[in-house]
């Protein structure tokens, strides 16, 4: 079974403070993503990677950035926390599938709360 | 702009009855389509997929049927059982681009007993 695993399940950070969201998946995907889940809003993506050491932006960037080290591991940074990024966030991984599509395993989520 | 729409947020159906939940997209690139279950506090899991060359798909109760004319597609559920209690949402990507997912707003779907 594909395991994407977050590293908190519940997160509460004061204003301004630089925080850190951790995901790992061990199935080998090349392709990583963050998404937010806020209600009525859907799932929206904020970064994605598609290879180590690349990242791309989403949808919704501003205010945050990524990291891929390794190819199992991919971070999300927010640089400075505000109340506006109270969500639940999702990490994905999947494999690249140009010709036949894929389908993107998630995380259990982090339930984000900035104070 | 949302790309891909769900447009009932919330439905409601009685067990052993049809769930019929729709979505409509605009980008007429897309060319994957999927379905995703979500319970509350759990990640997204993968239902039902189609591909753009077909127009429908099924899975034991879950059926997907995709109009690319009218860029819409649909998911039935029959017969709707109690666990199928959660927010569905709809997502499509276009292959070529990394099988990046372009998520619907979400249906809420009770099932009563």
């Known amino acids: 079974d594909v395991k994407v695993t977050q590293s908190s399940r519940y997160l509460v950070k004061r204003t301004g403070e630089k925080v850190f969201l951790e995901c790992v998946q061990d199935m080998d995907h090349e392709n990583m993503f963050w998404y937010r889940q806020d209600p009525g809003l859907g799932l929206r993506l904020i970064y994605f990677?598609?290879?180590?050491?690349?990242?791309e932006k989403g949808d919704i960037p501003e205010g945050y950035s990524v990291s891929r080290e390794k190819k199992e591991r991919f971070s999300l940074i927010l640089e400075s926390a505000s109340t506006n990024q109270t969500s639940m966030y999702l990490c994905?991984?999947?494999?690249?599938?140009?010709?036949?599509?894929?389908?993107?395993?998630f995380g259990q989520g982090t339930r984000l709360t900035v104070v | 702009d949302q790309q891909v729409k769900q447009n009932s947020p919330s439905l409601s159906v009685q067990e052993g009855r049809i769930s019929i939940l729709n979505c409509d997209y605009t980008?007429?690139?897309?060319?994957?389509f999927l379905w995703y279950k979500k319970y509350p506090a759990e990640g997204p899991t993968f239902l039902i997929s189609i591909s753009s060359i077909k127009d429908k798909n099924e899975d034991g109760r879950f059926t997907v049927f995709l109009n690319k004319s009218a860029k819409h597609l649909s998911l039935h559920i029959v017969p709707s059982q109690p666990g199928d209690s959660a927010v569905y949402f709809c997502a499509a990507s276009v292959k070529a681009a990394g099988n990046k997912l372009t998520f619907g707003g979400g249906t809420r779907v009770l099932v009563k007993p």
């Open positions: 990677s598609y290879d180590v050491k690349m990242k």
């Open positions: 980008n007429s690139m897309f060319d994957y």
């Open positions: 994905a991984s999947a494999l690249t599938g140009v010709y036949t599509g894929t389908e993107a395993f």
